[in-house]
């Protein structure tokens, strides 16, 4: 594994390499393995190391970025060549500041990033082997065997790394481990599906999975057909999450100044039900992911959501100046870097991505156990999938169920049913959320992996169903 | 480049290896974007390196490095074998690959200007150009523009003797005016949304789009849009302009025949499919002008699908899809051929990169166009009623690909076999079979587009693969119109 003696050393080689006014290093990468399983059988298995070089060069308001892979002496020189060339016939960009100095990066970092130090890595993760991951594929399989199913999914681990350097003396770097399991349990006429990550391979269960996975197939079989319309569902966390990571992209400065975002004439509004309170936290215990930004700040703490209305929003350093100068400044809450930039340039911006839920006041959460109990009629859901944006505004996606989706009736669940298509409103759903659990980290297919409760909602709108 | 795959093969060996690939890679691309006058993106990019599959035990294992020097590769080749050692542990099938005879080759992509020898000021001059363009138009509130390119130089060798030599060039470009009112945002992208047109050529294609041409009218619409009537909800005729027809053959045809769907590989990510090996020259997959192929071949375009051979050395090849409406063939590769009784892989095992296991991939899936002369005004003039709809807004479809919805930028209202007015936030859905049994008309030759698909992502971990889609506007009888908006007022 490249260690921050190595990436700085490569980055002082870049240095002496430039021409530019500033310089700035990023660097990524590390070793990642995956192990992949369908028809109870091990069918695609693969492992890689790799580092991404990126280099950023600044000639006063104008920039451009070369990246490479490789950092042998030819190599680093030709992707600073690559990144001065590109970046000297640019348009001048009035809004691109200097790049931020370790005392700018020291002074913007607030009580609300502590130390900036997370510990995400994990020795027992680093070192899992294939034959480790095999074993814990060939448990996974044991179960569907058990069960007369056929079991597909992943068993991945990966240790990476990830530093900011900049020739104003920025210079930071983290280091993590993540383990991945992610089953399906394959029956003749239904699926159920479950999945994990941890930068602790100890705090995931790959059997218990396995079984929670192999249980919702089997119930699920012989799905019957239920006509759309609104129904009460109640979400598990990964389904909140597929489908709630669709309006983070919008909570950025840039988004605000470009009106693309929902957010727009909206914020400190009531936008949402009072039981939302949705925090920002690359620091939460159950959060992983780099604690600073594509320039080296700090993420910061950020209470996004209070009580269903929009009170924060994240910005990088540029659009923090560019919303102080706009006429929107007054009504948008409070203005200042947050941490929370892309690497520059960037077509979007900046995007809160450690999203943590508020747990519920004591005594008001429910497990899903207990929101099937008062449901009289509703629709489980475990998981949705191919989730887009039909309306931007309005913040209406479609998307589908899948892998586990029952009817509930009179506190149970009945039987699996046909798969919905549902048309939903974010703002909608969040306003009818009448239960939550206590939020947990989960992970899906169709957003970034957080901190988030299961749901029961009301009037959740679905529109068509499909054949199985 | 023979050396270092020699080192890599001949490791394998020693370690066990009953069969070896390696793809050595030199990558570079450039990717540039404005937004509201700004740079919003600008980058250059090089990535070298090799990934070595191999077979050990019976087993897959894969491996990739950056690092080309003798240990570097080496020992990746160990590691391969080993992983593969590993998959044997776990089998309820044996591995087996049908037989391809080796193949020694040199292929580079028809390219007429080499993107990267054009003045980059040129390219942000042009981008620049439509980003003002765009804003001109009173309530644009955001323009984007952006330009790509890649320049992909592979080279692959097989235990078996293949010494395979291919460069691919790929250009693209596309802009979208964006208009924020009241409580709408509405947008109209040229050439195609989502970046744009992309095909395997060089800078000729940026020349051929006549980006600037076509910017004010676009940016108009996206403003007219919102005076525009809301689409109708109901079953109405729809014709398709050929880049929503493009997203929808990739969406409905391309994924559910890929035969590793179809048999289960991609269960717990993508998805399976409903084309079960029973339905292979029985299922009337479409009406009897529905015509299909996934072809790679040169001869089918300069695509994002096409080249000479796949990543484990299969030649590229013409499958027929859909033959008069019934379903005829698969997207296979060398270990799944054999479900369907095949002797020989249908050439679709495609790699992101160099880091990445080539998977069963779309080609070119095309659909091919009508015989008869027919241009979109004339298929207008012969709808009675229905409604067009043009460029991809939203799309979502199934885990096995039976029910689609689809949303596009602007609908136009057809009366009497004349278009009328503008419509906004139009939509369908459908059941992909009912659906391509409901086509009763396609345009010809003249009215046919190779599209270009950069985004398709698929495998874990992740790759995004270029695909090419072939088509010509269509028209659909008795689609469901509207769904997507049901249920919000």
Same mark, same amino acid.
């Given at each position: 594994?490249?260690?921050?003696?190595?990436?700085?050393?490569?980055?002082?080689?870049?240095?002496?390499?430039?021409?530019?006014?500033?310089?700035?290093?990023?660097?990524?990468?590390?070793?990642?393995?995956?192990?992949?399983?369908?028809?109870?059988?091990?069918?695609?298995?693969?492992?890689?190391?790799?580092?991404?070089?990126?280099?950023?060069?600044?000639?006063?308001?104008?920039?451009?970025?070369?990246?490479?892979?490789?950092?042998?002496?030819?190599?680093?020189?030709?992707?600073?060549?690559?990144?001065?060339?590109?970046?000297?016939?640019?348009?001048?960009?009035?809004?691109?500041?200097?790049?931020?100095?370790?005392?700018?990066?020291?002074?913007?970092?607030?009580?609300?990033?502590?130390?900036?130090?997370?510990?995400?890595?994990?020795?027992?993760?680093?070192?899992?082997?294939?034959?480790?991951?095999?074993?814990?594929?060939?448990?996974?399989?044991?179960?569907?065997?058990?069960?007369?199913?056929?079991?597909?999914?992943?068993?991945?681990?990966?240790?990476?790394?990830?530093?900011?350097?900049?020739?104003?003396?920025?210079?930071?770097?983290?280091?993590?481990?993540?383990?991945?399991?992610?089953?399906?349990?394959?029956?003749?006429?239904?699926?159920?599906?479950?999945?994990?990550?941890?930068?602790?391979?100890?705090?995931?269960?790959?059997?218990?999975?396995?079984?929670?996975?192999?249980?919702?197939?089997?119930?699920?079989?012989?799905?019957?057909?239920?006509?759309?319309?609104?129904?009460?569902?109640?979400?598990?966390?990964?389904?909140?999450?597929?489908?709630?990571?669709?309006?983070?992209?919008?909570?950025?400065?840039?988004?605000?100044?470009?009106?693309?975002?929902?957010?727009?004439?909206?914020?400190?509004?009531?936008?949402?039900?009072?039981?939302?309170?949705?925090?920002?936290?690359?620091?939460?215990?159950?959060?992983?992911?780099?604690?600073?930004?594509?320039?080296?700040?700090?993420?910061?703490?950020?209470?996004?959501?209070?009580?269903?209305?929009?009170?924060?929003?994240?910005?990088?350093?540029?659009?923090?100046?560019?919303?102080?100068?706009?006429?929107?400044?007054?009504?948008?809450?409070?203005?200042?870097?947050?941490?929370?930039?892309?690497?520059?340039?960037?077509?979007?911006?900046?995007?809160?991505?450690?999203?943590?839920?508020?747990?519920?006041?004591?005594?008001?959460?429910?497990?899903?156990?207990?929101?099937?109990?008062?449901?009289?009629?509703?629709?489980?859901?475990?998981?949705?999938?191919?989730?887009?944006?039909?309306?931007?505004?309005?913040?209406?996606?479609?998307?589908?169920?899948?892998?586990?989706?029952?009817?509930?009736?009179?506190?149970?669940?009945?039987?699996?049913?046909?798969?919905?298509?549902?048309?939903?409103?974010?703002?909608?759903?969040?306003?009818?959320?009448?239960?939550?659990?206590?939020?947990?980290?989960?992970?899906?297919?169709?957003?970034?992996?957080?901190?988030?409760?299961?749901?029961?909602?009301?009037?959740?709108?679905?529109?068509?169903?499909?054949?199985? | 480049?023979?050396?270092?795959?020699?080192?890599?093969?001949?490791?394998?060996?020693?370690?066990?290896?009953?069969?070896?690939?390696?793809?050595?890679?030199?990558?570079?691309?450039?990717?540039?974007?404005?937004?509201?006058?700004?740079?919003?993106?600008?980058?250059?990019?090089?990535?070298?390196?090799?990934?070595?599959?191999?077979?050990?035990?019976?087993?897959?294992?894969?491996?990739?490095?950056?690092?080309?020097?003798?240990?570097?590769?080496?020992?990746?080749?160990?590691?391969?074998?080993?992983?593969?050692?590993?998959?044997?542990?776990?089998?309820?099938?044996?591995?087996?690959?049908?037989?391809?005879?080796?193949?020694?080759?040199?292929?580079?992509?028809?390219?007429?200007?080499?993107?990267?020898?054009?003045?980059?000021?040129?390219?942000?001059?042009?981008?620049?150009?439509?980003?003002?363009?765009?804003?001109?138009?009173?309530?644009?509130?955001?323009?984007?523009?952006?330009?790509?390119?890649?320049?992909?130089?592979?080279?692959?060798?097989?235990?078996?003797?293949?010494?395979?030599?291919?460069?691919?060039?790929?250009?693209?470009?596309?802009?979208?005016?964006?208009?924020?009112?009241?409580?709408?945002?509405?947008?109209?992208?040229?050439?195609?949304?989502?970046?744009?047109?992309?095909?395997?050529?060089?800078?000729?294609?940026?020349?051929?789009?006549?980006?600037?041409?076509?910017?004010?009218?676009?940016?108009?619409?996206? %403003? !007219?849009?919102?005076?525009?009537?809301?689409?109708?909800? *109901?079953? =109405?005729?729809?014709? @398709?302009? /050929?880049?929503?027809? +493009?997203?929808?053959?990739?969406?409905?045809?391309?994924?559910?025949?890929?035969?590793?769907?179809?048999?289960?590989?991609?269960?717990?990510?993508?998805?399976?499919?409903?084309?079960?090996?029973?339905?292979?020259?029985?299922?009337?997959?479409?009406?009897?002008?529905?015509?299909?192929?996934?072809?790679?071949?040169?001869?089918?375009?300069?695509?994002?699908?096409?080249?000479?051979?796949?990543?484990?050395? %299969? !030649?590229?090849?013409?499958?027929?899809?859909?033959?008069? *409406?019934? =379903?005829?063939?698969? @997207?296979? /590769?060398?270990?799944? +051929?054999?479900?369907?009784?095949?002797?020989?892989?249908?050439?679709?095992?495609?790699?992101?990169?160099?880091?990445?296991?080539?998977?069963?991939?779309?080609?070119?899936?095309?659909?091919?166009?009508?015989?008869?002369?027919?241009?979109?005004?004339?298929?207008?003039?012969?709808?009675?009623?229905?409604?067009?709809?043009?460029?991809?807004?939203?799309?979502?479809?199934?885990?096995?690909?039976?029910?689609?919805?689809?949303?596009?930028?602007?609908?136009?209202?057809?009366? *009497?076999?004349?278009?009328?007015?503008?419509?906004?936030?139009?939509?369908?859905?459908?059941?992909?079979?009912?659906?391509?049994?409901?086509?009763?008309?396609?345009?010809?030759?003249?009215?046919?587009?190779?599209?270009?698909?950069?985004?398709?992502?698929?495998?874990?971990?992740?790759?995004?693969?270029?695909?090419?889609?072939?088509?010509?506007?269509?028209?659909?009888?008795?689609?469901?119109?509207?769904?997507?908006?049901?249920?919000?007022?």
């Amino acid at each position: 594994m490249l260690d921050r003696d190595q990436a700085n050393d490569i980055f002082d080689k870049l240095r002496r390499l430039s021409e530019a006014d500033e310089i700035e290093l990023l660097i990524s990468g590390g070793r990642s393995a995956l192990t992949r399983f369908a028809n109870n059988t091990i069918h695609q298995n693969v492992a890689e190391e790799a580092y991404h070089i990126s280099v950023r060069s600044a000639f006063g308001n104008r920039t451009a970025r070369a990246s490479t892979n490789k950092h042998d002496d030819d190599s680093l020189r030709r992707v600073v060549q690559s990144s001065e060339a590109l970046a000297r016939v640019q348009h001048p960009d009035p809004d691109l500041l200097p790049m931020p100095t370790k005392e700018e990066v020291a002074a913007a970092a607030s009580a609300d990033c502590g130390d900036g130090a997370v510990n995400r890595y994990f020795e027992a993760t680093a070192r899992l082997t294939p034959q480790d991951r095999a074993q814990g594929v060939a448990a996974m399989v044991d179960v569907a065997k058990k069960h007369n199913l056929a079991a597909a999914g992943i068993f991945s681990s990966a240790e990476i790394v990830e530093g900011i350097f900049n020739s104003k003396g920025v210079n930071a770097w983290y280091e993590q481990t993540l383990a991945e399991v992610s089953v399906s349990m394959i029956g003749s006429s239904s699926s159920g599906w479950q999945k994990a990550n941890s930068p602790d391979r100890a705090r995931l269960d790959p059997v218990r999975m396995a079984e929670v996975a192999a249980i919702k197939a089997i119930e699920s079989k012989d799905p019957r057909d239920l006509p759309p319309g609104k129904y009460t569902v109640i979400l598990e966390p990964a389904a909140v999450l597929d489908i709630v990571g669709f309006m983070f992209w919008d909570f950025g400065g840039s988004a605000l100044l470009e009106q693309r975002s929902f957010l727009n004439d909206r914020i400190a509004t009531q936008l949402f039900g009072e039981n939302i309170t949705i925090w920002d936290d690359a620091y939460h215990p159950l959060q992983a992911g780099v604690p600073f930004d594509g320039e080296g700040m700090r993420r910061q703490r950020l209470k996004l959501i209070e009580n269903g209305v929009v009170r924060a929003i994240a910005y990088s350093r540029c659009s923090a100046k560019r919303m102080q100068a706009s006429e929107m400044a007054a009504k948008v809450g409070p203005v200042r870097p947050t941490g929370h930039g892309f690497a520059l340039p960037s077509e979007i911006g900046e995007a809160p991505l450690n999203i943590v839920f508020a747990s519920p006041p004591e005594g008001e959460s429910r497990t899903v156990e207990q929101m099937i109990a008062s449901t009289e009629r509703g629709i489980l859901v475990t998981r949705l999938w191919y989730i887009r944006e039909v309306d931007p505004y309005e913040k209406i996606l479609t998307g589908m169920t899948r892998d586990g989706t029952f009817l509930v009736e009179n506190g149970e669940v009945v039987c699996g049913i046909r798969n919905f298509r549902f048309n939903e409103s974010l703002l909608q759903m969040l306003q009818n959320v009448e239960v939550m659990g206590v939020p947990i980290r989960s992970c899906g297919e169709e957003s970034f992996d957080m901190v988030v409760p299961s749901m029961k909602v009301r009037e959740f709108n679905f529109t068509e169903t499909t054949k199985f | 480049m023979k050396d270092i795959a020699s080192r890599a093969l001949e490791t394998a060996k020693l370690r066990g290896a009953s069969h070896a690939e390696t793809r050595i890679v030199d990558e570079r691309s450039r990717s540039l974007a404005t937004k509201n006058g700004r740079i919003a993106g600008a980058s250059d990019s090089e990535s070298t390196g090799i990934g070595i599959r191999v077979i050990a035990n019976g087993g897959f294992g894969f491996a990739a490095t950056d690092d080309l020097s003798r240990e570097g590769v080496e020992g990746c080749a160990a590691r391969a074998v080993e992983i593969a050692r590993a998959s044997s542990s776990v089998k309820a099938q044996e591995l087996y690959l049908v037989p391809e005879p080796a193949a020694k080759a040199d292929w580079v992509s028809p390219c007429k200007i080499d993107p990267f020898s054009i003045a980059i000021e040129q390219n942000l001059d042009l981008l620049f150009a439509i980003d003002a363009a765009l804003l001109a138009v009173k309530g644009v509130t955001l323009a984007e523009a952006n330009m790509n390119f890649r320049r992909y130089e592979q080279w692959f060798y097989s235990s078996e003797g293949s010494e395979i030599h291919q460069t691919t060039v790929t250009s693209g470009a596309g802009y979208a005016a964006y208009s924020f009112q009241g409580t709408e945002i509405q947008k109209r992208s040229y050439p195609n949304s989502y970046g744009g047109q992309f095909q395997g050529r060089g800078y000729e294609l940026i020349e051929e789009l006549r980006l600037l041409e076509h910017a004010g009218e676009i940016a108009e619409q996206a %403003v !007219a849009l919102h005076a525009a009537a809301q689409c109708p909800e *109901g079953k =109405f005729n729809i014709i @398709l302009d /050929s880049s929503q027809l +493009a997203l929808q053959i990739h969406e409905s045809i391309g994924h559910p025949i890929e035969l590793d769907r179809v048999l289960g590989m991609e269960a717990n990510f993508a998805g399976t499919s409903f084309l079960t090996l029973d339905k292979l020259r029985t299922l009337k997959y479409g009406s009897e002008i529905v015509n299909v192929v996934a072809d790679a071949t040169p001869a089918h375009g300069p695509g994002l699908g096409t080249f000479a051979y796949d990543d484990e050395g %299969v !030649a590229a090849q013409c499958t027929p899809i859909i033959t008069n *409406g019934l =379903f005829t063939g698969y @997207l296979t /590769s060398r270990d799944t +051929a054999a479900a369907i009784g095949a002797t020989r892989s249908g050439g679709c095992l495609r790699a992101e990169n160099w880091n990445r296991l080539p998977i069963v991939r779309m080609t070119n899936v095309s659909i091919l166009p009508g015989e008869s002369p027919l241009t979109l005004e004339q298929l207008i003039a012969s709808t009675e009623r229905g409604i067009l709809m043009e460029t991809n807004r939203s799309w979502s479809i199934d885990d096995k690909r039976y029910n689609f919805q689809f949303g596009c930028e602007v609908g136009w209202e057809i009366k *009497g076999g004349k278009r009328g007015r503008m419509l906004k936030n139009p939509s369908y859905s459908g059941i992909t079979t009912e659906f391509w049994n409901s086509m009763d008309t396609i345009c010809s030759r003249d009215e046919w587009t190779l599209w270009g698909t950069p985004n398709c992502g698929k495998g874990q971990p992740q790759q995004v693969m270029g695909t090419g889609h072939g088509a010509a506007p269509a028209r659909f009888r008795n689609v469901m119109v509207g769904t997507a908006y049901k249920g919000s007022e």
